[in-house]
């Protein structure tokens, strides 16, 4: 089955415990990429990847690392997570560009204390 | 110039009836706007799009009308059912910017039995 592939589901940390979401797709797109999403803010876009090894900053990277070392992996590092980082996080992938179809992850919702 | 402002912010309507999510933009570089819906627990999944050559589509239930000259764009969901309870995002992406959707900040959409 096509899928975008989030773990863990739920996360509880406190303030400046090093984290790693993982993210995987298993349809061989190029295009990955990460939403965070806050009620009445809708999605907002942290970082995306065109390709391996190919990542940039979206709308709000502060706080966010991510690499792509490998096609269908995109991991979301929090290197010192803060409580404003607190939100509901989604993986997305698409063929080749991020105005094409996005398939979305089922989300992590992540609590920062 | 990037937003994408979307009303309301929450709707109820009883089954039969038809829901309008409304959204608006600015920049007249966008060229391609799609609608992602949204279950409880779950990432958001391209409902439809439309690109600003056309005034409407329809796809079963769900339409979209474009009114490029006033600069917004509504989804219409004709017969709502309650299993059609969800959050609603219109979208946009801009002509030449191939990176990423810049998402509105949803609709809480409850149909009621």
């Known amino acids: 089955e096509a899928q975008v592939t989030q773990n863990p589901r739920y996360l509880i940390t406190v303030t400046g415990k090093k984290l790693t979401v993982t993210c995987s797709q298993n349809m061989n797109h190029e295009y990955m990429s990460w939403y965070r999403q806050d009620p009445g803010l809708g999605l907002r876009q942290i970082y995306y990847?065109?390709?391996?090894?190919?990542?940039d900053k979206g709308d709000v990277p502060e706080g966010y690392k991510v690499s792509r070392k490998e096609k269908r992996n995109f991991p979301l590092i929090l290197e010192s997570p803060s409580p404003n980082q607190t939100s509901l996080y989604f993986c997305a992938s698409s063929l080749t560009t991020g105005r094409e179809k996005l398939f979305f992850g089922s989300g992590t919702q992540l609590s920062v204390l | 110039q990037q937003q994408v402002k979307q009303s309301p912010q929450s709707l109820i309507v009883q089954k039969g009836g038809i829901p309008i999510i409304n959204c608006a933009y600015e920049?007249?570089?966008?060229?391609?706007f799609p609608w992602y819906q949204q279950f409880p627990g779950k990432g958001p999944a391209l409902l439809i799009a439309?690109?600003?050559?056309?005034s409407e589509k329809k796809e079963g239930r769900f339409t979209i009308s474009f009114n490029k000259s006033a600069k917004q764009f509504s989804l219409h969901i004709m017969d709502s059912q309650p299993g059609d309870s969800a959050t609603y995002f219109c979208a946009a992406s801009i002509r030449g910017a191939t990176n990423k959707l810049i998402f509105g900040t949803g609709t809480l959409l409850a149909v009621q039995p």
């Open positions: 990847s065109m390709n391996v090894e190919v990542t």
């Open positions: 920049n007249t570089a966008f060229d391609y």
């Open positions: 439309i690109r600003p050559d056309v």
